[in-house]
Structure formats: C-alpha cells, structure tokens
C-alpha cells in the first residue's frame, strides 16, 4: 500500500530557494510536462506587493513562457508557464525512495507532498532530516489513484492526440515536433489535430478554472 505525506517547511528556512523574494503563493494547477528537460503547465500564483511585473518570474525562475489566463479576485493569476526552472520546482526522483511531488508554496511555507511505500517514505524523510531540513508533517494518509482523473474526462481521441504530443515533444520549448508531423504519426489531418487539441486543452482550462 502506498501512503502520501504531506510536510511543511516554515519560509524563514527557505530563503535560498528560487523565487522565494518574489512570490507569496505557487501551485501547480496541472502539469503537461514535467522532467529534466523542463516544465509547462497551468499556475495559480500571487506575487508579493513589491513585485508588480508577472514578467520578474521570467528571470528569477528561468521561465521562457509567461501567458496569463485569468485574475483572481484575491489578486492571484492563473497562467500557463512553461520553461526550464529550477529543479527544486520539479522535484524528480529515482523511485527508490519514493516520489516527491511538485512543491506549493504558501505565504507561511512551502508544502511537499511524498508518495511511496512506508519504507520509502521513512527513508525520504530521513534523508530529508540528514540534509537539516526542519520540517512538520501535516498531514498522512493512503494515496489512492482512480480513473476520475482530469486527463480521463477527455474523449479517447483527445487523450490519444494529447499523449503523442506530449511524447513526441510538440509542448517542449522549442518544440521537437511541429503539427504536421505529429499530425502524420496520429494518421489524421492537420485541422483535426488541431480541433482535438483545442477541444482538449479548452476542456482542462474549464475544468482547472471552475
């Protein structure tokens, strides 16, 4: 059985991670992309008072796409990023010691979520305790995966167009497949990639947005 630990780090003990000066709050809405290579995916984030120009992240996290979708009525944006930021934004791991999940960062902490065995977890936070992390666990319970999932509220069209391109590379910056190419592996025409595309990233932007 796997279990999912959530841990929070106070901010006073996060004054070196990437973006800390600039943001209140960061939390990934939904991932398309997320490995070595870099990240692209739907953000709610509020900036601190000082900081009045979104385009500061674009510098201070290595982000090359910025493109704000919404504004809250707190003030907080919700925007498409994507880029190659910091690896600790990413947080990729081997498996062996389970998996740490894309941190969120809060005004007060930064929230890490660990997935995994329960001797994968100890063995995380034991690593994470080694490293002079000061944490608290916030929260410990099963993690449970269903198919009531984002991804599978798509039509089978819109989940196969969406998962070749995100494997062939048409959402990496710059992309490594353009649309008639990824068009041609799928066996359909440029406009039907296109509308099945459109239909699908409109339908997880209004249900992320909701």
């Not at 993690?143 to 009531?148: G, H, L, S, Y």
Request: net charge positive.
């Amino acid at each position: 059985m796997l279990r999912k630990i959530m841990i929070e780090i106070p901010r006073s003990k996060i004054t070196d991670f990437p973006g800390h000066e600039i943001l209140d709050s960061w939390k990934i809405l939904q991932g398309f992309k997320s490995d070595r290579h870099g990240f692209a995916g739907i953000c709610q984030i509020r900036l601190r008072p000082h900081t009045r120009d979104p385009s500061e992240l674009m510098r201070h996290l290595d982000i090359t796409k910025l493109q704000i979708l919404t504004k809250l009525e707190d003030g907080s944006l919700i925007a498409y990023v994507s880029g190659r930021p910091d690896s600790r934004w990413i947080e990729l791991d081997s498996g062996k010691n389970g998996y740490l999940l894309a941190p969120e960062l809060t005004p007060n902490s930064l929230r890490k979520t660990i997935i995994g065995t329960r001797i994968q977890v100890e063995r995380m936070l034991s690593r994470l305790e080694r490293a002079g992390m000061s944490f608290q666990i916030v929260s410990a319970s099963e993690a449970r995966f269903t198919p009531d999932s984002l991804f599978m509220s798509l039509t089978a069209s819109q989940r196969k167009t969406m998962a070749e391109a995100y494997k062939s590379g048409y959402f990496d910056v710059p992309r490594k497949t353009d649309s008639k190419q990824l068009a041609m592996s799928l066996g359909i025409s440029k406009s039907t990639l296109s509308e099945h595309l459109r239909k699908a990233e409109k339908h997880l932007l209004a249900q992320i947005l909701s």
